[in-house]
């Protein structure tokens, strides 16, 4: 369901379903009126009446920055969310249709996502003859179960009287069903579950491979048993993360990401303004923490842009700003195609402009950063190999020197072999790749509308990712690359001033 179609409890009465956008000025009002959220809205409107205009101003500005925020907070979703999709994701479970054996439940803090499975697991105790365990990786105690959450759900139901809560388990007296608590840190602790026919694996998350490994095959050898899966997401991919989202799936399994924002109850309480503190005070613009908390997002403050758009430009450089004319620093590159003199080569023309060569540069502002000016470029798709030349001509390198990728040493040469250019190979080290686009992403790349190509080729670059868009490690660069590998060649060997981060051999 979208979020403009989504009623919420309103904090001021329970009986009410009222939009979220209508609640969030809601609470934006009783919040600069120091008003309790469960104020009534018409209370609310007569404070606000007789408040001072400067009041009102300030209700107005919160008003506008929280509902442009709301719909921020919930912006995150996986791949294979489906918005349109309303189905009861446990309706098969509660029909016993057995269509799926698996149900498996994910999502981020808040989505209520155990109170559904625990209302479930209720029902169907309380409607047959069930024997259920209730799985967690680590349960010191009786205390760190879920048994606590299924009394309340036991105590709201229409089966309450049926019930016994004894201190280790639940009993129904008028279906003869068992709910039992197990952690199965020893994986030899779960080789007795044979026999269930409902297990709810609580807390998911951390369940360990041989733990899966072990339990999978003992409890399904009964043809009708069912598996309950919830969990919020680690901070990496996790073995339940393969079994029901990797690339091989298990099989008869249905598996639902539930949002926070589908939470009826998302306004009553604290939980929508810890979610927009925890919004607000997190400084990284991608919101790593955030999503991982409360979206089920791995937490990964990498994102899979290489080079942040923010710090490339397309436009004319204004040399007249430079302090020291002297200072800039004029260099060329040139990457060439994987084949053998035919395919796409590059070459590339640049200035560097260091940091403190420019107006207002402070060296504790991290803002301040080494500008590289890319004013030339020459690709071609094919270009034979005593042709090569021309290229680095093409872009400033007559009677100068081009740096060439190291990797084609017979190319390199065949560039400089009419001596109207020096042709170098470029320095290389240990994971010199990375470490030039480490470099590029430091300062600020301008591009000259005359190199669209190698504007386009940086800011298409992405690291590589698994299949639910996390960058995976050791990073690598995916994309085509020969303009932003010839930029790095350019800077072979240079010791840059790059803002307040000092300088160093760049090696490429």
Known sequence: MRLEQRRYIAPWSSQQLVSGFLITRHLARTRVLKMPP??????????????????????????????????????????????????????????????????????????TKSHRAAAAVIELASTACERVVCLRM???????????????????????????????????????????????????????????????????GPVTQTVIDVLLPTIMRQATSRVLWTWNPMPDPQPVDALFRGDTPAERALVRYMPVE???????????GDMRRSWLAESDPKKPKYLHIYCGAYFDSHDAVVLDPANMTVGRFDFTKVLNQAAIIDRAGMDFSHGSGSGQHAAIGLSIIPADQLPGYDPDDPTCKTVIYIHRE?????????????????????????????ANPLLTEAVGANG??????????????????AMLASVYLVFSPDCPTSYAQCKALRWKTDKHGKVVMPLEAVGVDHCPDAIRYALSGLSLAIGRHGGGVVYV
């Open 38 to 111: 469960e104020a009534q809205p018409r209370d609310v409107a007569v404070r606000l009446t007789m408040a001072p205009q400067a009041v009102r101003d300030r209700v107005k500005a919160a008003e506008q920055a929280d509902v442009e925020l709301f719909p921020k907070l919930f912006s995150w979703k996986p791949p294979e969310y489906d918005p349109d999709d309303h189905s009861d994701p446990l309706a098969d479970l509660l029909n016993r249709s057995g269509v799926y054996r698996h149900f498996a439940l994910w999502s981020g803090r808040g989505a």
């Open 138 to 204: 680590v349960q010191n105690s009786i205390k760190d179960s879920a048994k606590e959450t299924l009394e309340i759900k036991i105590k709201a139901s229409e089966w309450a009287d049926d019930w016994t809560i004894l201190d280790q388990e639940l009993r129904n007296n008028k279906t003869g069903s068992t709910v039992v608590f197990k952690g199965c840190r020893d994986p030899d602790t779960i080789k007795s579950l044979e026999g269930a026919t409902l297990t709810w694996f609580e807390e998911a």
């Open 262 to 272: 589908g939470n009826r109850w998302l306004f009553v309480g604290d939980m929508i």
């Open 378 to 406: 020459d690709v071609r798709s094919v270009c034979p190999v005593d042709r090569l030349w021309e290229m680095a001509v093409a872009v400033g390198a007559d009677g100068g020197s081009i740096y060439c990728d190291s």
């Open 420 to 437: 109207r250019v020096r042709a170098e190979l470029a320095v290389k080290g240990q994971n010199s790749i990375n470490q030039g686009l």
